[in-house]
């Protein structure tokens, strides 16, 4: 099966612009999420989709981060405007299942890096 | 916050040495669930066991669960080159309530193992 496809990979923008990722991920999976990896760190949770509902969005700098799945398939996450603190790999995952009872499958991710 | 704390950060070995990755976690959990990152590219499932499962098998990897000391492990036998990357352990809390089975990561182990 084809696996979760992000794009772009990389990003450079200055700070105050704005950027947007889009993921697509892999057919028949209900839920997807995105995460923030910081370099040395783990991926911590931005935002969780089932099919085109938001379920989990604590973790979401609302000011500045949105994140939206049409139609429930693809996803777009944006940042608007973009702080040097938003450098970071940001990546995407889906599952089967909502409650964490099946494996998070990953996309390879985008790195952005803000001047 | 983090939920898992892995330990060693760092682990450097000789091929054909095992390899072996301890996580401490915090509250009540679903499922315990172990990821391999290489660098550059996204996280990859490697096994998942469940709160009433206390060790579980894959080819060469064994993971040990204690729930009462909330502490799991990972062992890599007979490590090869190519198990060169970063591990991380990931916690799916309790589905009941709100949580939906969020994943938590911990700030996982760098393993190196030298030919």
């Known amino acids: 099966e084809a696996g979760v496809a992000q794009s772009p990979r990389y990003k450079i923008i200055e700070k105050r612009q704005s950027v947007a990722f889009w993921c697509n991920p892999i057919?028949?999976?209900?839920?997807l999420y995105w995460y923030q990896q910081i370099l040395g760190q783990g991926p911590k949770l931005l935002i969780q989709?089932?099919?085109?509902?938001?379920?989990?969005d604590s973790q979401l700098p609302k000011d500045r981060f949105s994140a939206e799945r049409l139609k429930g398939v693809d996803s777009t996450l944006k940042i608007q405007p973009a702080k040097l603190e938003d450098s970071a790999v940001y990546l995407c995952?889906?599952?089967?299942?909502?409650?964490?009872?099946?494996?998070?499958?990953f996309g390879d991710g985008t790195r952005l890096s803000i001047l | 916050s983090q939920q898992g704390e892995e330990d060693p950060q760092a682990l450097s070995i000789q091929e054909g040495e095992n390899a072996t990755m301890n996580c401490s976690y915090k509250?009540?959990?679903?499922?315990l669930q172990w990821y391999r990152q290489n660098s550059g590219r996204g996280l990859v499932h490697l096994i998942l066991?469940?709160?009433?499962?206390r060790e579980k098998h894959s080819g060469r990897l064994r993971v040990t669960l204690d729930t009462s000391k909330k502490s799991s492990s990972l062992l890599i036998t007979a490590s090869r080159a190519a198990d060169t990357a970063s591990y991380f352990c990931?916690?799916?809390?309790?589905?009941?309530?709100?949580?939906?089975?969020?994943?938590?990561f911990g700030q996982g182990t760098i393993l190196t193992v030298h030919p």
């Open positions: 057919s028949g999976h209900a839920t």
């Open positions: 066991i469940r709160s009433n499962e």
């Open positions: 995952a889906s599952s089967l299942d909502i409650v964490g009872n099946q494996p998070q499958h």
């Open positions: 509250t009540s959990i679903n499922n």
């Open positions: 989709f089932q099919n085109n509902g938001v379920v989990d």
């Open positions: 990931a916690t799916a809390a309790d589905a009941g309530g709100t949580s939906y089975g969020k994943l938590t």
